[in-house]
């Protein structure tokens, strides 16, 4: 592979690995906390591996017992590696085999394998300048717990895995469900060996190669490469170099080790998380939901407290001056809800009715259906969460909504143009009323008194004096019925416009505490699903 494409190769790695973990980072309190940690420690791997010689690609040899996996090791890389592989203390140790000591130590050392072997040169296969490690592991069926451990710990860190079969236990369950099955992402850095293959009639070779690749394609590794060898005769023993050879020289073991990694990872977040997409909140149900919430926070209670206190303050205003102290004696219903002033900041609670069970159901009821529209057609995890996030805000609800209507400008204390009009109007017809009464009392004390009565202008044969009592008395009747009328279309208006403010602000707090929670849980699923994707290379 040349220097531009394993560039190339390792930014793609990179752009993925930031995915996965864009992925984790995002499914926290969603998917299990055994994926995730799955997850991580995979990451973890990947930070490490990378971190470390990409000159050098680690071949681990893995087998049960009997399965020939060390004399296989040992013809693959010579004769005097099986000289070093006899004076091991112990088979539970792993051996390394190194081609390119230099830069080996390190790698070895994140591997924790200490039996370290200088290799000789294997012409056609490995030199100084090879850059590989040959791993003999333990067997993975050993009873000893140590050995298995080792061995599945070297499943997940070797760049390239040599499965070892021989022809008796080629078939086992334990190796195929426990090992190969999980690794049916890796089958790029994946090598199958039938070893032993000269116990076998030369009729039979075929036949039983056949069957492994059936189990193999079962187990989804389809694509890996399966080779016949006999560690005994030699035969197949240049297959299996060459084979490992162009992995080596290929310079990319490692990157598509840990790409499989990231696929497997990433298939089973997307396996736990399902598939879908949330619907998203729509400009309806937004609606609605606000909707909802004003009418269980009383909304239309206080825009009716509002036309009546505007009425009442329009009849104290421009009624008839005789009889409008009256007015005084009714209660305004906005002082009553707490709500009369002209500072909104001056009080943050309302005097409404607390919010009962029938209001806190419909609330409940409203917030319920918000969040079911809006997760529709979401993974299973992420529908429940999506609900949550609009659930969590119900128990602070009432008390929100009700501070958002005590601070909305009602308009209590706003006087209309057309009060000091009427106001100015009425007192000049009472006026004229009491100056026509006070003329003919006059005239009528004189006459009592035996005084001389003067002559009363008239105006079309009607007293001046009568004619002003009459006139003032229709007057303050016509501006009374007049002033009414002005004030319920008034009030009309100035109680659409309070509407429009409460249900203005009951969508503030219904956007901030239901809604932006929901779209903030349902764009957290896409961009979870968009990292998983680009973590799958889709």
């Known amino acids: ?31 299990s906390n055994e994926s995730l940690d799955a997850v991580f420690e995979v990451l973890e791997r990947a930070s ?37 592989a006899a004076r091991r203390p112990t088979t539970s ?25 200088h290799a000789s040169v294997v012409p056609g296969f490995a030199d100084e300048t090879t850059g590989l490690i040959l791993l003999d592991l333990p067997d993975f069926d050993s009873t000893r717990a140590a050995n298995r451990e080792i061995v599945q710990r070297m499943v997940g860190l ?24 999980p690794l049916a992402s890796h089958a790029a850095v994946i090598l199958v060996v039938l070893n032993q293959i000269d116990r076998l009639p030369k009729p039979e070779l075929n036949p039983v190669l056949e069957s492994l690749r059936g189990i193999l394609a079962r187990d989804g590794l389809g694509r890996v490469q399966v080779l016949g060898t006999s560690a005994v005769t030699g035969e197949g023993i240049d297959e299996v170099r060459a084979a490992i050879r162009r992995v ?25 998380s399902g598939d879908g997409e949330a619907a998203g909140v729509s400009s309806g149900a937004r609606a609605r939901l606000a909707d909802e919430l004003a009418s269980a926070a009383n909304v239309p209670l206080v825009v009716e407290a509002v036309a009546k206190s505007y009425t009442i303050e329009s009849t104290r205003r421009t009624g008839w001056p005789v009889t409008r102290w009256l007015v005084r004696f009714r209660p305004d219903p906005l002082r009553r809800l707490n709500l009369r002033r002209n500072e ?36 299973g995890p992420w529908r429940a969460v999506i609900r949550s996030a609009a659930r969590d805000a119900r128990e602070q609800l009432p008390d929100a909504l009700d501070q958002a209507i005590a601070g909305t400008e009602l308009s209590a204390g706003k006087k209309s ?34 005084l001389p009565v003067p002559e009363v202008p008239k105006a079309e044969g009607w007293p001046l004096p009568t004619l002003m009592i009459l006139g003032g008395a229709v007057l303050g009747v016509f501006l009374a019925i007049t002033g009414r009328v002005i004030a319920a279309l008034a009030a009309r208006v100035r109680a659409g416009a309070a509407r429009r403010r409460l249900k203005s602000a009951v969508s503030a707090v219904a956007e901030r505490r239901v809604v932006e929670p929901v779209e903030a849980e349902i764009n957290r699923l896409r961009s979870f699903t968009a990292a998983l994707k680009a973590a799958r290379a889709q």
């Open 1 to 31: 592979m040349s220097r531009h494409g394993a560039t190339r190769e390792a930014s793609e790695l990179h752009r993925r690995l930031e995915a996965l973990n864009d992925a984790r980072e995002l499914a926290e309190g969603v998917l």
């Open 417 to 450: 143009w057309w009060w000091p009009v009427f106001n100015f109007v009425q007192w000049l017809a009472l006026v004229t009323v009491l100056g026509g009464l006070g003329w003919l009392g006059g005239l009528a004390g004189l006459g009592y008194l035996q």
């Open 158 to 181: 070797v760049d390239v895995l040599v499965w070892v079969l021989d022809p008796q236990k080629y078939a086992d369950a334990a190796v195929h469900n426990d090992f190969l099955t």
């Open 248 to 272: 080596v020289l290929q310079r990319e073991a490692s990157s598509k080790r840990l790409a499989a990694d990231v696929a497997r990872e990433s298939s089973r977040l997307a396996a736990e």
């Open 344 to 379: 909104p900041s001056a009080v943050n609670r309302t005097s409404l009715p607390p919010a009962g069970a029938p209001e806190r159901a419909r609330t409940d009821a409203a917030v319920r259906e918000f969040a079911d529209a809006a997760s529709e057609g979401a993974p």
């Open 93 to 117: 140790e792993p051996l390394a085999s190194v081609w390119g000591v230099a830069g080996s130590a390190p790698i070895l050392d994140w591997l924790q394998v200490s039996q370290r072997h």
């Open 48 to 84: 490490s591996r990378r971190s470390l010689s990409a000159d050098h690609t680690v071949v681990g040899f893995f087998g049960a017992t009997g399965s020939g996996k060390s004399s296989l090791f040992n013809a693959v890389g010579g004769a005097e590696i099986a000289t070093a």
